[in-house]
């Protein structure tokens, strides 16, 4: 609960979220302003596609965020993150899918540009909080924030916040996390939002077609990273057009002729090779997590926990082994299908985040 009177920069994406946390703020007699991060260029995509893309950030976004704030009668205020959205973001998704990972730009874009420019920058207006639309809560316990799924379990998420810092964490506030969707839209409905019933965003806000391999081969070219498809047992099936265009778990798009289905169970980048092989080759019982934070003390050996290793995946129950570097091995109760180089990997305990950091390999898998 924030206290009527506190100054409070709200991130408003254009979306119902941030549009209700705003409001509902204002109603409860806050200081509210209102923020928009202008992250991306759509020049490029308006005459071709229009000004809705059905993702995030984009510039009907940016219109529905200020007719919002307007009709709160609160400051409004769009920040240009153009260039550090480029450098943080779009390179590193890049660099990612050019060396056989798939990343997840939403937890970096949390991590970096919400959590720590906009923040920054909210303090500057000496605002006593940054308050954003996630359905996560924070809860005081024996003197530390502590980081919880939200109510509404099918839109928890806690997976996209697990770089947050108990200093971060002092100064940000998740008012819906108490909420179910269907409650922030009817709160919205009662406040006389006009985005109450706007759809959610679905696409990655830079890609908004969805159409990745076009983007990729705009940032960086084609032709460098062609190569062949082979199978686990080492036999050359094919060729491919760029280890990029391929992710674990992948199966249509191989142009393979094979008695059984093949998916992709692995991408080698630096010798340019997509590794196929049966459904059963996908099952891994660990994989290897680098970059780690901890919302908790730092374990000393090993704990157990949940893990997750997608955004729509339940906790598997599993051991988790710190390392001398600082990463972890995580060791899998049950072997995991699709664990992906590049996707978060996130620890629970109950609906408590204890930390999370990023899937640098599969470790063991199932042969």
Same mark, same amino acid.
């Given at each position: 609960m924030?206290?009527?009177?506190k100054?409070?920069v709200v991130?408003m994406?254009?979306g119902v979220?941030s549009s209700v946390a705003a409001?509902?703020?204002k109603?409860?007699?806050c200081?509210?302003?209102g ?15 229009g000004?809705s ?6 510039l ?10 307007e009709s709160?009668d609160?400051?409004?205020?769009v920040? /240009?993150?153009?260039?550090q959205f480029?450098k ?7 660099d990612?899918?050019f060396?056989?990972?798939t ?5 970096i874009? /949390?991590q970096?540009l919400k959590?720590?420019?906009?923040l920054?920058r909210?303090?500057e207006?000496?605002?006593d909080?940054l308050?954003?639309?996630h359905?996560?809560q ?7 924030l502590?980081l919880?799924?939200g109510q509404d379990?099918n839109k &928890?998420q806690t997976?996209?916040?697990?770089t947050?810092?108990?200093?971060q964490?002092?100064?940000?506030r998740f008012p819906?996390?108490g909420m179910?969707k269907d ?9 006389g939002?006009?985005?109450? &019933?706007?759809a959610e965003s ?7 077609d969805g159409?990745y ?5 705009e940032?960086r070219g084609s032709?460098t990273?062609?190569g062949?498809?082979?199978h686990?047992?080492?036999e050359i ?6 280890? @990029?265009r391929?992710?674990i778990?992948q199966r249509?798009g191989?142009?393979?002729?094979w008695p059984?289905?093949l998916?992709v169970v692995?991408?080698d ?6 590794i196929?092989g049966?459904?059963e080759?996908l099952?891994?019982t ?9 919302l ?5 050996k090993?704990i157990e926990a949940g893990?997750?290793?997608? @955004? ?10 710190i390392?001398?570097d ?5 060791g899998?109760?049950?072997?995991q299908?699709?664990v ?7 620890f629970y305990d109950g &609906?408590?985040?204890?930390?999370g950091?990023?899937?640098a390999?599969p470790?063991?898998?199932?042969e």
């Open positions: 924030i206290e009527p009177g100054r409070v991130a994406s254009g979220d409001a509902l703020l109603e409860q007699g200081d509210v302003i923020m928009t991060m202008q992250i991306w260029d759509y020049s490029q995509f308006t005459e071709e596609h000004e893309f059905g993702s995030c950030c984009s009907d976004d940016v219109y529905d965020a200020r007719r919002v704030a709160l609160i400051p409004f205020y920040v /240009n993150f153009e260039k480029e943080e973001v779009i390179d590193r998704f890049c990612d899918y060396n056989g990972r990343p997840n730009p939403c937890v874009c /949390n970096v959590f720590e420019i906009l920054r909210a303090l207006l000496q605002a909080y308050v954003t639309g359905y996560a924070l809860v005081e316990e024996d003197g530390a502590i919880r799924k379990r &928890d997976y996209f916040l697990y947050l810092t108990q200093e964490m002092q100064y940000v819906l996390g179910t409650e922030v839209r009817g709160h919205a409905t009662r406040l939002l006009k985005v109450a &019933d706007k679905q696409d990655i806000c830079f890609v908004p159409d391999v076009r983007f990729l081969e940032q032709g990273m062609n062949d498809i082979v686990v047992g080492g099936l094919g060729k491919h057009l760029g280890t @990029y391929y992710t778990g249509r191989l142009g393979l002729s059984q289905p998916y692995g991408i980048a630096v010798n340019r090779k997509v196929v049966e459904k080759h099952a891994a660990q994989c290897q997590v680098m970059d780690v934070n901890w908790i003390d730092a374990p000393e090993q893990c997750r290793i997608r @955004y729509r995946h339940h906790e598997v129950s599993s051991l988790i082994t390392q001398d600082g990463s972890v091995l995580v899998f109760q049950e072997p299908s699709g992906t180089p590049g996707q978060a990997a996130v &609906d408590r985040v204890l930390g950091g990023c899937i390999g470790g063991t898998r199932d």
